[in-house]
């Protein structure tokens, strides 16, 4: 392991490993920018949920969160898992079916679903719908009156939760664009319509309180608030929930500031808060959803650079710039997000000197990494950033034109693309003349 943190080892040429691969090998094969999967780290994450559920002997569905990593390939993966899947655009619903994921396993969220996506979900008899405003509702219920279907939702709400996490990764508070508020009446609203529907089976309820949790308070306190309100509907409608999914947000180790506890004490600690409130409200224990995202990508992907220009601010500052940046990784520049990596070529060499790296677009605030430890630096020497699977490629754009990245999977000892380079031609594609 790569300072006993990040889960990569380092071969007896001193480059860092990948899955088994020489990740040097990997950015010559393949160019840079380059997104590296490990995937047994992928199938061990997904693991981790499901096994920890299994041991519990509790009913549930792990949902992977696609929006962090979409692709077919990966959706591959995780059908091999046995995980649910979390879909929130038309466009993440189109690639699940390509990727011949269970449409019965598929949930679909979104905070302002079209007439098109919802025709799509329920064309397709997908598992779950995800109801989160009024006018959804009216969409639902004339499409499957004209259809002659019914389908499965849960009702989003917003718990009133602010957790300690970053703002922009705040999505349970009250001032949210997401879902049913609890303490104003909307969701009691909501819950009216949907209970005597004909064509809608009213399943129960899902909050998300944000991303990027160390500890399971926020979780805890969603379960008690939702477990109220279902009492409340028990009492005066006979109510009884089938599922209670409390959404994602596990966090994972960027840098050394971060400190998450493991996959299983989070399940543990959902599971018998669940538990206990059911039992206190007399409240058959409902079946326990849950949509891990970046816990299930995140630190299975490396983002690979070549390094080229440098620049040496004699008592201020050591820029090193990378052929990548905010168009692969916008995260740093749009909420200051932090990333550790080293030198893939010399990875087992000691730190002499301390950079920042720069990303290629034309943007001050293209800045991946301040102040990282490293060895003397050489030009096309190869940068490993860790921690990069999820929201990098999901969150890519071609600011300044810059093609989207390739990804390749590693899986013992073997690499694969899995979504090749673009091209310029790519990027120009949908261009026309004007004449």
Request: aromatic residues 10%; glycine residues 8%.
């Amino acid at each position: 392991m790569i300072a006993d943190h990040h889960p990569f080892d380092i071969n007896d040429s001193g480059h860092l490993t990948i899955g088994g691969i020489d990740s040097v090998d990997l950015a010559q094969k393949y160019g840079t920018p380059l997104y590296v999967y490990d995937v047994s780290l992928i199938r061990e994450n997904c693991r981790a949920f499901v096994n920890t559920f299994q041991e519990l002997g509790v009913r549930a569905q792990v949902a992977y969160a696609s929006k962090a990593f979409s692709s077919v390939a990966m959706l591959q993966v995780i059908k091999q898992e046995g995980l649910s899947l979390d879909v929130v655009s038309q466009g993440e619903l189109y690639t699940a079916l390509t990727a011949n994921f269970p449409s019965d396993k598929i949930h679909l969220h979104g905070n302002n679903k079209n007439i098109d996506e919802l025709e799509m979900a329920i064309e397709h008899d997908i598992g779950c719908i995800v109801v989160d405003n009024f006018y959804e509702i009216e969409l639902i219920s004339k499409l499957l009156r004209e259809k002659g279907k019914t389908m499965d939702v849960l009702m989003r709400v917003t718990p009133g939760i602010e957790p300690n996490t970053h703002q922009y990764i705040v999505t349970g508070n009250e001032d949210s664009k997401f879902g049913f508020n609890l303490s104003n009446g909307q969701a009691d609203r909501a819950f009216l319509q949907l209970q005597e529907h004909d064509h809608i089976h009213f399943k129960g309820l899902h909050s998300h309180i944000g991303s990027q949790f160390f500890e399971t308070e926020g979780f805890l306190l969603a379960a008690k608030t939702l477990f109220q309100k279902m009492a409340e509907w028990q009492h005066q409608y006979h109510f009884t929930p089938e599922v209670l999914n409390l959404g994602g947000g596990f966090g994972i180790r960027y840098t050394a500031e971060d400190q998450p506890i493991s996959y299983s004490d989070h399940i543990r600690d959902i599971t018998a808060a669940v538990r206990e409130q059911a039992t206190s409200f007399n409240i058959p224990l409902p079946e326990i959803w849950i949509e891990p995202g970046r816990a299930i990508a995140g630190n299975a992907g490396v983002t690979l650079y070549t390094v080229g220009s440098t620049k040496e601010i004699p008592g201020v500052r050591h820029y090193i710039s990378v052929d990548g940046g905010m168009t692969d990784n916008i995260r740093p520049a749009l909420y200051q997000a932090k990333y550790e990596g080293v030198l893939a070529n010399k990875a087992s060499h000691p730190a002499t000197d301390t950079v920042s790296v720069a990303g290629k677009c034309c943007e001050s605030g293209d800045m991946l990494i301040w102040d990282l430890p490293i060895p003397a630096v050489d030009h096309n020497d190869i940068l490993a950033v860790f921690s990069t699977g999820a929201y990098g490629y999901s969150m890519a754009n071609h600011y300044n034109r810059f093609p989207k990245a390739a990804a390749v999977f590693v899986e013992n000892g073997r690499d694969q693309l899995v979504i090749k380079r673009e091209t310029y031609h790519d990027v120009v594609k949908n261009d026309m003349s004007y004449e």
